[in-house]
């Protein structure tokens, strides 16, 4: 064991919000130390957002151009969208992004880390023994694995197989019908692939409005995706050379794969914080406002179970930095948007009604049907979509949510995002005039139906 020199922070994992924080506080001048045990970029740049969104635009774009009047539909080319993903993982090589950070002054550690003791803090690594005043912790998190029975026996894809696949099975089964399940079962219908959806709870997203689910579980239906809600997987059996699902119904699919998009569970193993007295809950390491998780070690990221998004992730790392260099900054999550990328998108933000009733908000909801009310959903396609909801507080006037299920969503949902985290009220977007022809222009009509 190497006892180095004395660093200012070590960053454990270079996901989305360790190298935040990182970079962060290279550019302030400080001696950081990181340690990546697998590829600097994380789960997001390698096996999750960056490959997922890589591969679902080709299927994405085929339906959008099925949908503009005078296209023809234009054909996938597999071993051409492979090997685009195979760049944009940058074949899972990270020795720019190493270089890139030892340039800037960071030492890097290839390697798994451990917390081994605190005031001050010691973290060995890659045969080190690292000393510094501050921690972060950004691990991530990993595929959560149902205890299913017979899954052993089986094909079985997480999201890492799901993203780095190299042929299109002819038949899958999904289990999970959160936002991995419901973008790579409409990425596998896309390319062909004969897909069922298995979802315990009894609906889709169900983090989301029920109005949301319903939406996702239609669009998916119409990219010829089978849902089955309120359905758990029995268990998975082989008979021959094939994969038979058994479902808790009594039916069951043959498939050549069963992919699961079943959650997340932090990746806390290891560590060595329970060690050193530091609590680790099952959703992850718990932090105050300040992403603290005790005196000098802070965490960001999905490890902190608080919302698994790479922006929240980055959120996080400019939190954890700006509170390394004394800012006083306190994190702030209203209005984070959630966005589940199928053709059309998914998108929403702040609270459900439910979630509104919880916190004791009266709540009054509009939805707006776009194509009975705009122009742009005709001028879009020939067979228009979309419908946008607001949630809004009654008492204050104020917008708490919103959701879209409609093309671009993704996108003009930062409108209403803005509204949410800034407390906008109603007549901010009954009385704001919006480009025609927009989808956007939802968001007055919505306002005015709400009828505060
Ligand atoms: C299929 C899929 C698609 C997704 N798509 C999106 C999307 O479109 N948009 C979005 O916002 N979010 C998306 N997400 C979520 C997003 O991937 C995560 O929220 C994000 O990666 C979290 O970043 P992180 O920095 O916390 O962790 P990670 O990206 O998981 O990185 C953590 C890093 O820590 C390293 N590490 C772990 N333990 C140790 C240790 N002991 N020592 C050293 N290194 C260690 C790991 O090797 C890893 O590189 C998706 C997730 C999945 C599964
Ligand atoms: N576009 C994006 O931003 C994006 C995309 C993918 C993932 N993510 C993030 O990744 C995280 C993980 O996503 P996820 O979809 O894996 O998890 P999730 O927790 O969002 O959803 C998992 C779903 O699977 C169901 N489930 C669990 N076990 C089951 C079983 N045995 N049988 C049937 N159903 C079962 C659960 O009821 C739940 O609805 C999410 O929190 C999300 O924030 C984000």
Known sequence: MVDSARFDV???????????????????????????????GGECAYWACIPSKTLLRPPEARAEARGAAGLRTPDLDWPALRAYRDTMVRHLDDTRQVDGYRERGATVLRGTARVVGRDPWRVEAAGQLLTADHVVVATGSAAVRPPIEGLDAAEVWTNREATALTEIPERAVLVGGGAVGVELAYFLAGMGTRVTLAQRGDRLLTREEPRVGELAADLLGRAGVTVRTGT?????????????????????????????GTGRRPRTDGLGLEEVGVEVGARGLAVDERCRVADGLWAAGDVTGVALFTHVAKYQGRVVADGILGRDRRADYTGVPRVVFAEPEIAAVGLTAEQAAAAGIETVTAEVDLAENLARPWTYET????????????????????????????????????????????????????????YSEGYALAAERLGL
Do not use: K, Y
Request: net charge neutral; no cysteine.
């Open 232 to 260: 758990q997987v029995r268990r998975v059996r082989r008979e021959g050379a094939a994969t038979v699902v058994d479902f808790d119904n009594g039916t069951h699919e043959p498939t050549d794969v069963v992919v699961l």
């Open 10 to 40: 070590v960053v454990i994992g270079m996901g989305p919000g360790g190298e935040v924080a990182a970079s962060r506080l290279l550019d302030a001048g400080l001696r950081v130390a990181v340690v990546e045990r697998e590829l600097v």
């Open 383 to 438: 067979e228009p979509r979309g419908v946008l909801g607001l949630v809004a507080d009654r008492r204050r006037r104020t917008v708490v949510g919103a959701w879209a299920v409609a093309p671009l969503a993704g996108e003009w949902i930062h409108t209403a995002a803005l509204a949410v985290r800034a407390g906008l009220t109603v007549d901010h977007l009954d009385s704001g005039i919006a480009q025609f022809p927009t």
